[in-house]
């Protein structure tokens, strides 16, 4: 079998594999963030959540099956090793950047949250003043 193919195969095994765990990790704890951010609506935390892993998957799969195209010839294992460990450092920083996107987002959503909870309403009045009528009027 040719070099290429393994090296090819091995890239999305383990692209793949990283973007699953990640997608699960980020959804099991973030589930109690998003809860908090929609001031405990469960139903549309979950909505949202579920929603963010879709996009999460489209997003990284997208861009790991782009990335899957190799221009080096693949003479040996060493050129296997060092064009494998370039593809997924970059998959691995492309994961951190959307992952670090959302905790941006979400701490914006969330700090807007607390903000409007924490607004209290005007003083009422505390008392009238009279109209007075201006000179030559």
């Given at each position: ?60 799969l997208g861009f790991v099956a782009l990335h ?17 460990s370039v593809k997924l450092g970059v998959v ?46």
């Amino acid at each position: 079998m040719d070099l290429s193919v393994v090296a090819y195969v091995i890239y999305l095994v383990v692209s793949i594999g990283l973007t699953v765990w990640v997608a699960r990790t980020l959804s099991r704890n973030g589930r109690v963030f998003l809860v908090d951010v929609m001031r405990g609506n469960e139903s549309l935390a979950e909505s949202v959540n579920h929603l963010l892993v879709v996009g999460f998957y489209l997003v990284n799969l997208g861009f790991v099956a782009l990335h899957l195209r190799n221009g080096a010839v693949m003479e040996d294992w060493r050129v296997v090793i060092e064009e494998l460990s370039v593809k997924l450092g970059v998959v691995l920083l492309v994961l951190g950047a959307l992952h670090l996107v959302n905790v941006f987002v979400f701490h914006r959503i969330r700090r807007r949250g607390i903000q409007e909870r924490e607004q209290h309403p005007p003083v009422p009045p505390q008392g009238w003043t009279t109209a007075v009528p201006t000179p030559g009027a």
